[in-house]
């Protein structure tokens, strides 16, 4: 118990409860990890003791039931990240210097990140995967969104912004867009057409007016 009262002891109190905890939001741990990082940090309180005060206790207790109702409720990491900055607070405030609080302040971040390291090992938690599901289907949809644009711009007549020799940029009704040309040189004010889109790839020609 004297290690534990030590500034390494401390600081490997503070380690060990920061990355069980952010373990256990990640992955799979049936409680495992819980339990445990709360023992940790059960042990850094009990050693810190003296230092403590009831706000300080509160700070602590809040950040713990910040991460606890965004792992349950919320889940999108939000209120656990509050939650984690009020513990770090609450973790260093009773050290009672300078040394041992940026011990602990860098030992808890550390843990933290060390923590996400699980997702590498272990089975992630099904709102972890829910979340890069989201992701992925949002980046799909946005590139379908612009896709669609430039599909419905086929045939549609505009002006050649700046020379085309081949590629340029052209205005269609009000909005500028990358084009190349086929193959000819379509001087800046030439009117123009699009002739073909491929994805975000717009190949226009001279309109026989401006020829």
């Known amino acids: 118990m004297a290690f534990l009262?030590?500034?390494?002891?401390?600081?490997l109190l503070v380690f060990l409860a920061g990355m069980l905890l952010v373990t256990e939001s990640l992955v799979k741990a049936r409680g495992l990890a819980a339990f445990l990082g709360l023992s940790s940090l059960s042990l850094y309180v009990y050693t810190?003791?003296?230092?403590?005060?009831?706000?300080?206790?509160?700070?602590?207790?809040?950040?713990?039931?910040?991460?606890i109702l965004d792992g349950k409720l919320i889940q999108d990491g939000t209120m656990a990240g509050l939650g984690l900055l009020l513990i770090?607070?609450?973790?260093?405030?009773?050290?009672?210097?300078?040394?041992t609080g940026t011990l602990v302040g860098l030992m808890w971040v550390l843990g933290i990140v060390v923590g996400f390291f699980s997702l590498k090992i272990l089975p992630r938690r099904e709102?972890?995967?829910?979340?890069?599901?989201?992701?992925?289907?949002?980046?799909?949809?946005g590139y379908s969104s612009i896709n669609e644009e430039y599909r419905e711009l086929e045939g549609k007549e505009g002006i050649a912004v700046t020379d085309m020799r081949p590629s340029g940029t052209v205005e269609i009704g009000g909005k500028r867009y990358s084009a190349i040309s086929?193959?000819?040189?379509v001087e800046a004010g030439s009117s123009v057409h699009v002739i073909s889109v491929n994805g975000t790839r717009m190949m226009v020609e001279k309109t026989k007016q401006s020829s």
């Open 127 to 141: 709102i972890w995967d829910k979340l890069v599901l989201k992701s992925s289907f949002s980046k799909e949809t």
């Open 88 to 99: 770090l607070v609450a973790l260093v405030m009773p050290t009672g210097n300078w040394l």
């Open 48 to 67: 810190q003791s003296s230092g403590w005060d009831w706000w300080m206790m509160g700070l602590l207790l809040g950040g713990l039931v910040l991460v």
């Open 182 to 185: 086929n193959g000819t040189w």
């Open 5 to 11: 009262q030590t500034a390494a002891g401390t600081g």
